[in-house]
């Protein structure tokens, strides 16, 4: 195994960026649904669209980053080992084997972890994002020909989406902070902060 920067700069600050964004746009989204009442109503729509113009601009940065790099290769699905690391962290982490992904430079999410991230990509992030937008721009609707479109229907999109949104953050933070034998660490943490992580080399 070999000690490599597999984490770039520009990775590191979109993911970091993008998970503070995201809690925040959670904390006010769920604020204007009325969940809880830690900002007024005004406050809390205030927030949530002004933070959205952040996520979208990130958003359009990070997608041009992964066309110019290639680094959009890394999302791209495989069945290779898919069913080996579902069954692991379902069962084998708890009785202490070994994971049965090899992590490289190239390949350095595992099958699970592709189809989660494209799943937030592809589908998560431009739902909210949709919806999020006719949301905003509701008053525009009669002169797009959407006006028998009711609103209802995209506020339901918009949350479920946040739900989703949610229960990904979840799943990812877990899963982010489980080390060999279900044990806590912060190494994977670490790597997305330093950029540096332990991996095979090609072909090992
Ligand atoms: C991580 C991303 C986001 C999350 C978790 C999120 C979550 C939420 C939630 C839970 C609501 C309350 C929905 C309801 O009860 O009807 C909401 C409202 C709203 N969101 Fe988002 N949202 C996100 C991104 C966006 C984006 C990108 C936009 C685009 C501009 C947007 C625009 C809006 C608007 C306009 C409302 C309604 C505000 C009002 O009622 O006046 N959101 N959001």
Redesign the pocket.
Known sequence: MERVKIFKGFERFWHWTQAA??IV??I???N???SYHLFTFEQA?DL??AL??T??GLWAFAIFWHFTTGEWRQYLPTQDKLFAVAKFYAVGIFRGEVHPYRKTQWAKHNPLQRLAYLFFKVIISPV??VS??L??YYKFWPEWGLADVPLGVV?LT??A??FA??FFFIVHVYLALLGKKTVFTLSHVKSMITGYDEVYEEGE
Request: charged share 0%; hydrophobic share 70%.
């Open positions: 964004l995201v746009m959670l006010t989204g769920f204007i649904h009325g729509v949530h669209i959205a113009w996520l979208i909210i994002w999020g937008l949301y905003l506020a918009h949350t989406a946040a949104m949610l």
